[in-house]
């Protein structure tokens, strides 16, 4: 038996003993070590559902973590007993056709953890211990902790936004909300070599946070158009609100790019698309990342994009429900990390 944190419906969220099924053969099985709160995982603890996909069923929550090898069944090609792991949480099926167009974040029949999606539900590594395929696990150097490690998930989403806009070289960027996405956006537009990349959020402590993490300018929202409103020549909507894809409609510039990055709320709401035709604008989205993750990892690990800055507080995975209502807060967090006991 292990303990997880389990959700059972908005604000319901245990930390409990959940059951160990046998080791199939070809995976390997992690001791947690250090795993991130992410917003979805937010949005099923405040609400009970993310988007459309809705808790109705435990689930286990969590999908950005590394570990420890210590247990494996059959070939595990690359791994032993013993190895410190970054784990990819996404399995895609690798033969249909989105699969075979490299696209394999959009596979009909992907299995990622801590997600709703499905039913049964996918569970996720927020758990003293934690099954997966050997293929997921990405070998980290002794030097690199388990809490940066944990974070080469979110770094992928992003490094493939940004894959997604284009070649960013010289390019005028926006970041519209700066929790951790949004921050590290801002690094990777940076590392991408974008000639000034500014970022705009509700709260100032976040700002903050996004001038350590690359932003050259920033800017409190609530009222006032962002300056340069109408130059950007790419928007990264990552606050997902309406009114953040209001304002990065209205901030892009005519022929622009506005990636859609932030998860939405599931129910229809007004968008100003007629601004879209009469600028022209290439509206892309981005969901999840396909084959980055090894790249992320060592971005990460040889200091090419520090996410340290976004890490705000660490605590116990026996806390989890004290950290889930800490990363709830963000004038008072960023990215929350769970680590082992």
């Not at 990349?197 to 929202?221: C, F, Y």
Request: glycine share 10%; with cysteine; proline share 5%.
């Amino acid at each position: 038996m292990r303990f997880a944190a389990v959700i059972h419906a908005a604000r319901d969220l245990r930390f409990e003993c959940v059951a160990e099924q046998p080791l199939a053969q070809g995976w390997v099985r992690l001791r947690f070590g250090c795993g991130g709160i992410c917003g979805s995982d937010l949005h099923y603890f405040l609400h009970g559902r993310t988007g459309s996909f809705a808790v109705v069923e435990p689930l286990v929550l969590g999908h950005e973590f590394a570990g420890q090898v210590i247990e494996i069944a059959g070939a595990a090609e690359g791994l032993a007993v013993g190895d410190r792991v970054a784990v990819n949480p996404s399995r895609s099926c690798g033969t249909c056709a989105r699969c075979r167009e490299g696209r394999s974040n959009l596979c009909p029949d992907v299995f990622f953890m801590g997600s709703a999606s499905k039913r049964p539900h996918m569970q996720g590594c927020f758990a003293q211990t934690i099954d997966v395929r050997a293929a997921q696990c990405v070998k980290i150097p002794a030097h690199l902790p388990f809490e940066q490690a944990a974070l080469a998930e979110p770094l992928s989403v992003c490094v493939h936004a940004a894959n997604r806009a284009g070649d960013l070289a010289g390019r005028k960027v926006l970041v519209i909300g700066t929790g951790p996405i949004g921050l590290f956006l801002a690094s990777v537009a940076k590392w991408r070599g974008a000639g000034h990349v500014a970022a705009t959020d509700l709260e100032q402590s976040a700002l903050d946070r996004a001038g350590a993490m690359g932003a050259d300018a920033t800017h409190q929202a609530g009222g006032a158009a962002v300056p340069g409103a109408g130059t950007y020549d790419v928007v990264f909507e990552a606050s997902g609100s309406p009114r953040g894809v209001t304002s990065a409609i209205e901030a892009v510039r005519r022929g622009g790019i506005l990636m859609q990055v932030g998860n939405l709320p599931g129910d229809p709401f007004p968008v100003p698309f007629n601004a879209v035709m009469s600028k022209e604008l290439d509206v892309r989205g981005s969901f999840r990342f396909a084959d980055v993750y090894r790249q992320a990892v060592s971005l990460i690990a040889d200091g090419t994009i520090d996410v340290t800055p976004a890490i705000t507080a660490t605590l116990p995975l026996s806390r989890a429900v004290e950290a889930f209502e800490l990363a709830s807060d963000r004038r008072r967090s960023a990215k929350v990390v769970l680590t082992a006991e």
